[in-house]
């Protein structure tokens, strides 16, 4: 599999080269260059899985230049003791037709910490599959939640620096003292004056300085991001698709090929764009409904 940038510069890269770089120099964000389709009998074959081997599989489809025992190692790290339960994204049923995906029993009890427990070992992975000298430094705006697992995920993490900015009383006192008071030697937190949207606008500022960015790799440096625009960042949060539907097949409350709802909290999209992917891929899927607040951040 070989990704491009959206926006037609780099066209040929491997997914390492795209989890390392995070967003494209031309601005654009790295995509898939082909279709990954499944059928029934693949998703079937993850009903007696566990969610650490559903997601093995499925990450396997998109990082084709992992080795398997990368992909293992990567998940082992992710998604074990860190989480509260060994389901790791447990499907609860509500009544007969409404079930809940559980997606906060990370470190964090963000939604958010199903893709940053892995994201760093991505990174990782990929600093050494690439022959990547340079220390990385992760760049992240955030309003809130993102911060604190982008800052827990990445937590001593070797080869890697990372910097959350924050909109200046944009975000709860819980979530400022989450960020401000987070352990780890190479973890950062900055207050921006402005809101989400200047804070955001900065971060791609940096990302796009050619100057700055030269002057940080002639230092050894290298810059990336934890934010959605990263693939690494994306493609874990398309594995909970396929689990949740594995669960509803193994408690029976569907019939294989039976299509379903997801009705997805939504801010910056990425989540659901995850559940898009799930459904282009061949998840048998109804509708996506994005759910937003009075925030009407989109």
């Not at 025992?69 to 994204?89: I, R």
């Not at 990174?123 to 992760?138: D, H």
């Not at 697992?149 to 993490?157: C, K, R, S, Y």
């Not at 090929?257 to 999209?269: D, H, I, L, M």
Request: charged letters at 20%.
């Amino acid at each position: 599999m070989r990704y491009g940038s959206t926006r037609g510069g780099l066209l040929d890269i491997s997914s390492a080269q795209a989890i390392k770089m995070g967003i494209a120099p031309d601005g654009g964000l790295f995509v898939p260059n082909e279709k990954v389709s499944v059928d029934l009998d693949f998703i079937k074959s993850l009903v007696n899985d566990t969610y650490q081997q559903r997601a093995e599989k499925i990450l396997s489809l998109f990082l084709t230049d992992f080795k398997k025992e990368e992909l293992a190692e990567c998940v082992a790290k992710a998604y074990g003791d860190n989480f509260s339960t060994p389901e790791v994204a447990p499907v609860v049923r509500l009544h007969e037709h409404l079930h809940m995906l559980e997606l906060w029993h990370g470190p964090t009890c963000a939604f958010k910490d199903m893709a940053l427990q892995i994201l760093p070992h991505f990174i990782v992975k990929s600093i050494e599959k690439t022959g990547e000298k340079a220390e990385i430094v992760i760049l992240v705006a955030t309003s809130g939640d993102t911060g604190k697992a982008a800052l827990e995920g990445f937590a001593d993490v070797d080869g890697t620096h990372i910097i959350v900015f924050y909109p200046n009383g944009g975000v709860s006192e819980v979530q400022r003292l989450q960020m401000v008071t987070q352990t780890g030697s190479n973890t950062s937190a900055v207050a921006v004056n402005g809101n989400f949207d200047d804070t955001q606008t900065g971060v791609k500022r940096i990302f796009n300085d050619e100057k700055t960015c030269e002057a940080m790799r002639k230092n050894g440096y290298r810059f990336s991001s934890a934010n959605s625009i990263n693939w690494g960042r994306l493609v874990p949060q398309i594995i909970y698709y396929f689990s949740a539907y594995a669960d509803l097949l193994s408690k029976k409350s569907i019939e294989p090929g039976e299509k379903v709802n997801f009705v997805v909290p939504t801010g910056n999209f990425g989540n659901i764009l995850a559940g898009w992917y799930a459904m282009n891929m061949g998840l048998p899927v109804n509708r996506l409904i994005c759910a937003s607040n009075e925030n009407n951040i989109l």
